[in-house]
């Protein structure tokens, strides 16, 4: 539902992908701050930069199976940009 709002929505949206977010903070954070228009000089992205921890539970995901999902489902969250695999 939030991708179809986010199509209503347009430019007035920004689809934050969070894992994306965890490890490549600095083109996310530029690509955010873009977003929001939001003028920043250098010294403030590298405070911004140095704030983002990445989780623990980051990629957690990847010990377990796909077996519980539906392939649609799967072939969906792809479209989205995210992994899919387990490596």
């Not at 209503?8 to 228009?37: A, G, H, P, V």
């Amino acid at each position: 539902r939030v991708i179809e709002f986010g199509k209503r929505m347009q430019s007035r949206f920004f689809f934050l992908n969070y894992d994306k977010f965890c490890t490549d903070k600095k083109n996310s954070i530029k690509l955010l701050i873009d977003f929001l228009e939001v003028k920043t000089s250098r010294t403030k992205l590298d405070k911004l930069l140095e704030i983002i921890r990445t989780p623990t539970s980051l990629g957690r995901y990847k010990k377990h199976g796909l077996i519980d999902f539906d392939s649609i489902d799967i072939e969906y969250v792809k479209s989205l940009g995210f992994e899919t695999t387990n490596t």
